[in-house]
């Protein structure tokens, strides 16, 4: 029987295959198709084995025909012959050297032919024995780079960071480059690229810059004390590796070039390239600086240029609405901007309340009076008290006679407010654990007696893929679940997600009435972007949360916010947009 291959190996094994292509040389379309499939998969909701069963892999955005077939080989045979063979030809140790920074196709063949390299370590081998330098078109100060790059590699593990990681590395720098020059020489600054698309982990960081004292902004950039090395530096562009060990890039632009700018270094690639087939078919060349008319303009004399100070501007010339930056990932945006279609998303002022925190009762940091200050603080009308229960094994939860304790102590503070005229409500829940055989952790006479029941798997995660999908189709099938928490539970760069079957889950969700989670934690981050897209498709609701220990945790729902809004979702969606009423009556419905 064939091995069964999940959504990642897929697309690692697509990857793969497009980067011996590379290095081979072969036909660039060709090697587009298999990184456009193995971006595909790695961001689909569902179960590629399952749209393999219901035979409709081409309906997978990026799978054609021929990459359907070695799909379908895979699963059905555990392998593919033409991977095989390109396996035969390349080692994969030379595809993993093309993905050590400032190395790629043309270096990694070089060390392999060259030098007989044919992995990793064997490179940094060769780096350390000075074998590097001696090869043409190499020097000292190259080799020592690329020593250097897979020394940071091996340090991070991954060449991503988790957004959460990053994105406030890259807020500080920038208030701290605005206050190392003088007022108004930058007049427009943001961070762009994957970091702007809110993108769950990150590559390099991406600023830019308008300034019309380029020198000006790039020494300053060079000068910040989080800096700890300037790579590069050229006209408009700066690369500096920070202290922490990330990298970071900016690139000041003129300030008439800000809108399609912005544009450009935001990307996607795949969004940036429909974006320049539009501009095209209109006789226009887009680049980072604007339009440019071609030849085959049929009013503008070829050579005339317009810049755009706004993206807004730039997208609705094209005759596009403008497209958020976390929809930019060429699934479809494009052509419903064309329609003025595109979905209205959720936004954090549409947030009206939570349905899932955590207070000193069981692994919280503040009290519930404290939690709910925070909360009335920050605008909410209401905020529910979700503590662990009992069966969590890592924490102390809470038991049946303890929850009608904290109940008093709810309804006293929910008295207190009453009586100031205070428009602030709080609920009472529970985090329940899912146990390893698929029971909850508190009865169901318990569970009865609460406003909002948040079930989460927090142990015995590593069960294979049926066991644990089975335990969580059982949990999410009692009457008394009113959401699933954490689905996956995932923590980005450090616990992979679960064997679960994120697809079948959902569709028994949808058909329960079971609220999906995405947990706004930015080590968690789940459901992921595509999983939310996916779920809302199926028809189920969404309750974004932060899943707050502290007080300040509340301030993390813009990461939840933002992956929600990768899933193209709207507020409808979402149940804790709507009032305490509305959101229970909708629960207990």
């Known amino acids: 029987m064939p091995k069964t291959f999940a959504n990642a190996e897929i697309a690692q094994i697509l990857e793969n295959i497009g980067d011996i292509l590379k290095l081979q040389g072969a036909n660039r379309f060709r090697v587009i198709a298999f990184e456009n499939a193995a971006k595909a998969i790695a961001e689909l909701g569902q179960s590629v084995a399952g749209i393999h069963v219901d035979g409709k892999l081409t309906d997978i955005p990026g799978i054609g025909k021929g990459i359907a077939a070695d799909i379908t080989q895979l699963l059905e045979t555990g392998q593919i012959d033409f991977y095989e063979k390109l396996k035969a ?65 091996a340090l991070r593990k991954d060449d991503r960071t988790p957004i959460g990681d990053a994105r406030p590395v890259a807020l500080d720098m920038m208030a701290a480059l605005h206050a190392a020059v003088t007022p108004g020489v930058i007049q427009q600054m943001d961070v762009a690229g994957s970091l702007r698309r809110w993108k769950e982990t990150i590559g390099d960081m991406d600023l830019l810059a308008a300034s019309d004292e380029t020198e000006a902004v790039m020494d300053a950039f060079g000068s910040l004390p989080q800096v700890a090395e300037v790579l590069a530096r050229g006209s408009t562009k700066s690369r500096v590796a920070l202290h922490n060990g990330l990298q970071m890039d900016l690139r000041v632009v003129a300030p008439k070039h800000w809108g399609a700018a912005l544009q450009y270094f935001t ?101 519930v009076k404290e939690m709910a200050e925070a909360a009335r603080l920050r605008g909410y009308a209401y905020w529910t008290v979700s503590d662990h229960s009992i069966g969590l094994g890592v924490v102390q939860g809470v038991d049946a006679a303890q929850l009608r304790q904290q109940a008093e102590e709810i309804a006293a503070v929910n008295a207190d407010y009453a009586a100031q005229g205070i428009d602030f409500r709080l609920l009472q829940g529970i985090e329940v654990e899912i146990l390893a055989d698929g029971s909850l952790g508190l009865a169901d006479e318990v569970l ?142």
């Open 89 to 153: 030809e390349v080692p994969l140790g030379v595809v993993a050297m093309m993905r050590v920074p400032d190395v790629g196709p043309k270096t990694a063949k070089r060390m392999w032919e060259e030098l007989g390299v044919t992995s990793v370590a064997e490179l940094a081998e060769a780096a350390q024995a000075q074998r590097i330098r001696e090869l043409k078109g190499f020097s000292a100060k190259s080799e020592e780079k690329i020593l250097k790059n897979i020394q940071q590699l």
């Open 267 to 367: 990307g996607s690639k795949e969004h940036n390239v429909q974006l320049r087939e539009v501009a095209q078919k209109q006789g226009w060349s887009l680049n980072e600086y604007g339009l440019t008319a071609t030849d085959r303009h049929p009013d503008v004399v070829e050579g005339q240029q317009l810049f755009f100070q706004t993206e807004e501007s730039l997208y609705n010339y094209l005759g596009l609405d403008w497209v958020a930056p976390e929809l930019r990932e060429a699934t479809g945006e494009v052509d419903l901007a064309r329609k003025h279609l595109l979905p209205d998303l959720i936004t954090l002022s549409d947030i009206q309340g939570e349905v899932h925190g955590h207070t000193t009762w069981s692994d919280g940091q503040a009290s």
């Open 448 to 589: 009865a007696t609460l406003d909002v029941v948040v079930a989460s798997i927090h142990s015995a995660q590593r069960q294979d893929r049926e066991t644990i999908t089975a335990r969580c189709l059982q949990a999410v099938r009692n009457p008394h679940v009113d959401i699933l928490g954490h689905p996956t539970s995932r923590l980005l760069g450090r616990r992979p997600p679960t064997e679960l079957d994120v697809d079948a889950v959902l569709q028994v969700c949808a058909e329960t009435g079971t609220v999906v989670e995405i947990n706004a934690n930015p080590a968690r981050l789940d459901l992921k972007d595509a999983h939310a897209r996916r779920a809302v498709e199926l028809g189920c609701k969404i309750a974004i949360s932060s899943d707050a220990h502290e007080t300040t945790g509340m301030e993390i729902m813009e990461y939840g916010m933002a992956t929600a809004r990768r899933g193209w979702i709207e507020a409808n969606d979402v149940i804790n947009t709507r009032s305490a009423s509305e959101m229970l009556s909708f629960l207990k419905k």
